[in-house]
């Protein structure tokens, strides 16, 4: 499938007769405008004639899945996988500025009570995501003239997920309602009892333990346990090991995210897009039933679009959202004896920076670690290992780092 553009930069509808395409780029009637996916833009002036195309957004808080479909054809498919590494640099960043800042400038007076978020202000973690969201749907807006946009949201009952038979006051009420404080609480689940030891180490001293540290994982309770001071000192010296029934229990992030993402997606693309339109995942998973359809992001998106039977040519894009910079601050990176570590490559080696683009042996690639000798880690978007140390001669550039990687598959 060739994208076109036409001379004005507006997209026309796609082309699989690639031998007129590669007639257009001899004689100069078109140019390639872009790789992945392959997109030319003519240089001449045609009709702008359009068919109805529906964009399906299967949305999620860890994968996108997009599928642009006319009744009887998929033209665009695609996989998009999320950040979820914000909350831990944003956390580590945190920790490092307040100890400077208190060991620096003690002079200076506590600010914390003078900031005022704007209206509509939202936390950087879902900011990115719901951003991410109108990136993927911008850039499908920009190789296909997409008639109107079905976006599939969620809601979800946190409280009815933790207890189904909840109802009325209880709903105000929470789960250590009556206690303290949230150790308090932890103790009394727990019945005052080591979870390690069940009380062998004789230790009387109890103390509540993050099973997921506390910068990331929070002091909800299903991230708590109780842990006598024996087995709690241990565990951090690293001389005890934890049972591998104690593990954190279900946590909440992506269907709170979901329910903060509901109407600020749909009211920001409303706001640039004419014709947008909700779903449910009751529908989706109907029409995905129904039609006898594997179980898939993109499919689902492709149910979402209206146009389950819609055939496609067995071509699928993964893309995945990277940071943009890798700022020193976001790491920890500081030895024992207040050594500073250097952690942060140089921007460029050997004319290569991180997930570039490249080509080994007719194999496409991308960069996911460099060293100062030259040698480059080599993987697939997925993380699968292509070779683990390859010279930088062997390579040949294809397209530099952008914060979208993209990547061509076919389907099984």
């Known amino acids: 499938m060739v994208y076109v553009l036409n001379i004005s930069g507006q997209?026309?509808?796609?082309?699989?007769?690639c031998a007129k395409v590669r007639i257009l780029l001899k004689s100069g009637k078109a140019r390639v405008v872009r790789r992945c996916p392959f997109t030319i833009?003519?240089?001449?002036?045609?009709?702008?004639?359009?068919?109805?195309?529906?964009l399906g957004?299967?949305?999620?808080?860890?994968?996108?899945?997009?599928?642009?479909?006319?009744?009887?054809?998929?033209?665009?498919?695609?996989?998009?996988?999320?950040?979820?590494?914000?909350?831990?640099?944003?956390?580590?960043?945190?920790?490092?500025?307040?100890?400077?800042?208190?060991?620096?400038?003690?002079?200076r007076k506590q600010r914390f009570s003078n900031r005022k978020r704007k209206d509509g202000w939202l936390a950087p973690s879902v900011q990115n995501k719901v951003d991410t969201h109108l990136t993927a749907i911008r850039r499908v807006h920009e190789i296909l003239p997409v008639s109107r946009i079905i976006v599939e949201v969620a809601s979800f009952d946190i409280q009815k997920i933790k207890n189904p038979d909840i109802s009325g006051t209880e709903y105000q009420q929470g789960e250590h309602m009556g206690f303290w404080n949230v150790p308090e609480y932890i103790l009394f689940r727990d019945g005052h009892e080591c979870q390690c030891c069940h009380g062998r180490s004789g230790a009387k001293v109890l103390n509540v333990h993050h099973i997921e540290s506390r910068k990331t994982g929070g002091n909800a309770?299903?991230?708590?346990?109780?842990?006598?001071?024996?087995?709690?000192?241990g565990y951090h010296n690293g001389t005890v090991k934890l049972p591998k029934t104690i593990h954190r229990g279900m946590t909440f992030r992506d269907a709170a995210f979901m329910g903060?993402?509901?109407?600020?997606?749909?009211?920001?693309?409303?706001?640039?897009?004419p014709d947008v339109h909700l779903t449910y995942g009751y529908i989706t998973k109907s029409i995905r039933i129904e039609n006898g359809l594997p179980k898939d992001h993109y499919i689902d998106a492709r149910c979402i679009s209206g146009n389950p039977n819609a055939k496609s040519d067995g071509t699928m894009y993964c893309?995945?959202?990277?940071?943009?910079?890798?700022?020193?601050?976001?790491?920890?990176?500081?030895?024992k004896g207040g050594i500073r570590k250097r952690n942060q490559a140089p921007y460029e080696v050997m004319g290569f920076r991180l997930f570039d683009k490249v080509k080994w042996k007719g194999r496409?690639?991308?960069?996911?670690?460099?060293?100062?000798?030259?040698?480059?880690?080599?993987?697939?978007?997925?993380?699968?290992?292509?070779?683990?140390?390859?010279?930088?001669?062997n390579l040949h550039l294809l397209e530099m780092r952008k914060n979208m990687l993209i990547e061509k598959r076919r389907n099984r």
């Not at 309770?221 to 000192?233: A, D, R, S, V, W």
């Not at 903060?260 to 897009?273: A, G, P, T």
């Not at 993987?379 to 290992?385: C, F, I, P, S, V």
Request: with cysteine; hydrophobic share 30%.
């Open 57 to 107: 957004v299967d949305s999620g808080s860890r994968h996108i899945g997009l599928s642009a479909t006319t009744k009887d054809k998929v033209l665009f498919e695609s996989d998009v996988e999320q950040r979820n590494d914000i909350v831990d640099l944003l956390s580590t960043r945190r920790q490092n500025r307040r100890a400077r800042r208190s060991r620096k400038t003690r002079y």
């Open 319 to 335: 893309q995945k959202k990277v940071r943009c910079h890798n700022r020193r601050i976001h790491k920890n990176g500081i030895l």
């Open 221 to 233: 309770p299903n991230n708590l346990i109780t842990l006598c001071e024996t087995c709690h000192t």
């Open 11 to 17: 997209p026309l509808m796609p082309t699989d007769n």
């Open 364 to 393: 496409e690639c991308f960069i996911f670690g460099r060293r100062s000798t030259g040698r480059m880690d080599l993987r697939l978007l997925d993380g699968t290992k292509v070779n683990a140390s390859v010279g930088c001669k």
């Open 260 to 273: 903060i993402m509901r109407w600020v997606l749909y009211d920001k693309l409303r706001v640039i897009y």
């Open 41 to 54: 833009q003519l240089m001449y002036d045609t009709t702008s004639y359009t068919q109805e195309i529906a």
